[in-house]
């Protein structure tokens, strides 16, 4: 639809503005308060204007963090949080490009079936499931360790269902003119599929690397030693203090550095789909 | 270099459809055999059973006369011609041209001399590191046919190579196949169902209907004694003519037909609009339209009495008129003899 009425991109322009402020208006706030002094927030008015304590804060938090609040410095959270987000991400994607793999190109008995029953799984968020699995982590005494924070988070429907979709786009052709080429099964996977789906492989990165990030009740649940904390669990330690005021400022703090990697992953990967959308490889 | 042998091979795919029936052919050592016939005869499948990748359900596929029905099609050392050419689209087009000899550990300097070799044979030496996305479909072709020759395989299978490719082009590049094929002299088994490219490049041409081999010889052969009805009607543009030999009798010279025979065919080049002087059938028809191709004119025709429409092909500026009923002569040499319950030939 192109109209060519001032008014309208006046209006248009009105509403994405509106938008934008709703969305960035808390990340402001929460950016001003974690600049400010503990005693500023007391008032129960928030300040607009950045403070004088950027700096402190962050270091503050970085290196030292809330004790009292039961929570280590921000930095081991912010490390537990990426090494999570990341073995999540790249775990989900290796098991799920290659179960659709053999789902798409090989023929076995109960092909189908192997399908539906991953796919079923999608019905099964960790919510759901989270006490069997508490169970099934507490008895492999896998509490507190990195592999009981990702493990039972990587099996993944949807990025298998997403890849399958992809590979059925694959054109048959390709796959025998590389078996005439000499390409076995593993190489066609190495020299031909993975290279045609980087793109998409990109993109899940993405997701899936915020998937991991934001998650919140699964750490919660198997970590006690605080050691293991990641940084989302650990936002909600620090505000929740309990017979002192919340240290509103070293809180957003916590908020702010919590938001960045998310959206560094976002900023760098979208060179990547923006590659993609550009030059359509098949 | 290497014949291919098909011995009383059968394709039964999943769901009892029998694709191949009990079929022979042998492909002597650097011939170029054309597989031609109607959608869904088959064509495909048995290519596709040559090369390796379709099983096959019963009798042997030999090349260079060793039984490959259990080998891997890189194991069988042919290369495959692909409708949609099936480049790697991730790949430069040296890097689809290498990849073949790569995984065959081919030492790198022989790779890049057969590269090169290919590349200027085949003329694609500035797009060589171009993706095939980046060319034109002539272009892309070429490369697929590149990716065939650097190999040096011991036989070619083409799957319809040319039909994503506009006339022009196709002509071109049918020219260029069979040139290629002659200088390199690799046996090669073609598949396509348009039968000028049939006709123009096959050593033997091959002519399958449902699943069997209906005739197999050079073109020329076929196109001038088709065994059998199917044949007669597949080969020749436009196609020939099948008329009622009772409808034949008394027109014209006396008929002398083998045994049981009941039509005859008529291509429509043997029908003239003059006398030719020779033994003959006269047959009376009406100009239903006239059609100037250029070289020649085709002419739509209704038959006086059976009212069946035949066409006939006149030289281009022959004086008719539509809506005349005009005399119109075929040598009785020129007639074909089938019978229609056998569908063969009857002479
Ligand atoms: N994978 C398959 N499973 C079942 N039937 C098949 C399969 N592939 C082909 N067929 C059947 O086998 C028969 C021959 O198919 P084929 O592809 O060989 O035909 P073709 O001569 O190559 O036709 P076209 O000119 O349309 O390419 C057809 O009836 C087709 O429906
Ligand atoms: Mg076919």
Known sequence: MIE??????????????????????PVYLAFVASTHGGGDFLRGLVPLLPGPNLFANYEFMLTEGLTTAGAPPLWIMLLNSLIIALVIATGKIFISILSAYAIVFFKFPFRMLAFWVIFITLMLPVEVRIMPTFKVVADLGLLNSYAGL?????????????????FLTVPDELMEAARVDGAGPMKFFRDILLPLSRTNIAALFVILFI??????????LVTTDSRYYTIVMGIKRLAATADAEPQWHLVMTAVMLAMLPPVLVVILMQRLFVKGLVETEK | MASIDISAVKKIYAGNVTAIHNLDLTIPDGELVVLVGPSGCGKSTLLRMIAGLETITEGTVSIDEQVVNKKEPAER?????????????????????????????????????????AARILEIEPFLDRRPRQLSGGQRQRVAMG?????????????????????????????????LQRSLKTTSVYVTHDQLEAMTLADRLVV????????????????????????????????????????????????????GTDLCGVRPDTIQVADPGEPSVRLDATIELYEPIGGESHLHLRLEGSGQLIVAAVPARTAVVEGATIPLFVRIADLHPFNRDSGRRTD
């Open chain 1, 4 to 25: 060519n009425r001032p008014i309208l991109a006046v209006l248009t322009h009105l509403v994405l503005i509106l938008g934008v402020v709703i969305v960035v208006f």
């Open chain 1, 150 to 166: 990702t493990i039972p988070l990587i099996a993944s429907a949807t990025a298998t269902f997403l890849f399958r979709q992809f």
């Open chain 1, 211 to 220: 998937y991991g990030w934001v998650q919140y009740l699964w750490p919660l």
């Open chain 2, 77 to 117: 050392d042919i290369a495959m011609v692909f409708q949609n050419y099936a480049l790697y689209p991730h790949m430069s087009v040296r890097g689809n041209l290498e990849y073949g000899l790569k995984n065959r550990g081919t030492p790198r300097d022989e790779i890049d001399r057969r590269v090169a070799e």
């Open chain 2, 147 to 179: 990716r065939a020759i650097v190999r040096k395989p011991k036989a070619f299978l083409f799957d319809e190579p040319l039909s994503n490719l506009d006339a022009k082009l196709r002509g071109q590049m049918r020219i260029e196949i069979k040139r």
């Open chain 2, 208 to 259: 399958m209907n449902a699943g069997r081999i209906e005739q197999v010889g050079a073109p020329i052969e076929l196109y001038e004694r088709p065994a059998t009805l199917f044949v007669a009607g597949f080969i020749g543009s436009p196609p020939m003519n099948l008329i009622e030999v009772d409808y034949l009798r008394g027109r014209g010279d006396d008929l002398k037909l083998p045994e």
